[in-house]
């Protein structure tokens, strides 16, 4: 059966002349399918941004091939794509002359008709601010709000945008415990309703709790590809982020790291 997402030998690295190019992924190939929720991990510089930003098409890879439901990733109109695929980035400017509900709305872009929001737009915003526990907000400028309000904000456009496969870049940054939880809990209930999430994160604990599968990226190419349990019965791959990481289980058997 095809997957639904195929990356396939992709390269990229910035830089056009000789001297001045500088590698950051390195021909990184994996398959993700419908129902995963996938951990991306990585020490800072690893790729994992650059990674998410070719499979969404912001960036372009220098060799190599993205693939979606067997269908190459250039060979799909951008509203098409759009209405697959959405991507929240690791940083979006603070000061978009926006409302809340307008930023979220914007989500359904790829769904509207000539720009007209009809009233399942509505009811899909709606849904996803609730979700996102920032309804409250929807009448204030985004500029106004604080760092975690924001990142619920944008976290709702990706789920308003309603496509089946979700890249998300540190999700919960800016976020308080509780929020944090709950953001990985709904990508966890996206996952399970038959969506791909992949989530870039530097939380190893929230990926171990969440996540069916971590994609582990060193020098630009995967590492460690390996289910949750499997990370949990051999730790080795904890040594790519630090020697001081160590595994426990909890009382509920699940996964820990600490460190020391």
């Not at 790519?240 to 600490?258: C, E, I, N, Q, Y």
Request: include cysteine; charged fraction near 25%; glycine fraction near 6%.
């Amino acid at each position: 059966m095809t997957a639904l997402l195929e990356v396939e030998g992709v390269s990229f690295s910035y830089g056009n002349r000789a001297v001045d190019v500088r590698p950051i992924l390195n021909k990184v190939s994996f398959r993700a399918g419908e129902g995963e929720f996938v951990a991306l991990l990585g020490i800072n510089g690893s790729g994992k941004s650059t990674l998410l930003d070719v499979i969404s098409g912001f960036r372009t890879a220098s060799n190599g091939e993205v693939k979606l439901r067997g269908r190459a990733q250039h060979a799909w109109k951008r509203r098409e794509l759009a209405q697959q695929l959405s991507h929240l980035p690791q940083s979006i400017h603070a000061d978009l002359p926006f409302t809340a509900e307008q930023l979220v709305g914007m989500g359904r872009y790829p769904h509207t008709d000539r720009w007209f929001e009809s009233g399942e737009d509505h009811r899909r915003i709606r849904a996803a601010m609730e979700r996102t526990s920032c309804w409250m907000h929807r009448h204030r400028a985004f500029r106004s709000l604080s760092g975690g309000e924001r990142q619920r904000v944008l976290v709702a456009a990706c789920l308003a945008q309603d496509a089946v496969a979700l890249l998300l870049d540190e999700p919960s940054t800016f976020l308080d415990i509780e929020q944090q939880l709950h953001c990985f809990s709904i990508l966890r209930d996206e996952a399970q309703s038959g969506k791909l999430c992949i989530a870039a994160t530097h939380d190893l604990n929230l990926a171990l709790t969440y996540c069916t599968r971590l994609i582990v990226l060193a020098d630009g190419a995967i590492a460690h590809d390996l289910s949750t349990e499997e990370a949990h019965r051999d730790k080795s791959w904890l040594q790519l982020f630090s020697k001081r990481l160590d595994m426990a289980t909890t009382p509920a058997g699940s996964p820990w790291v600490w460190y020391q």
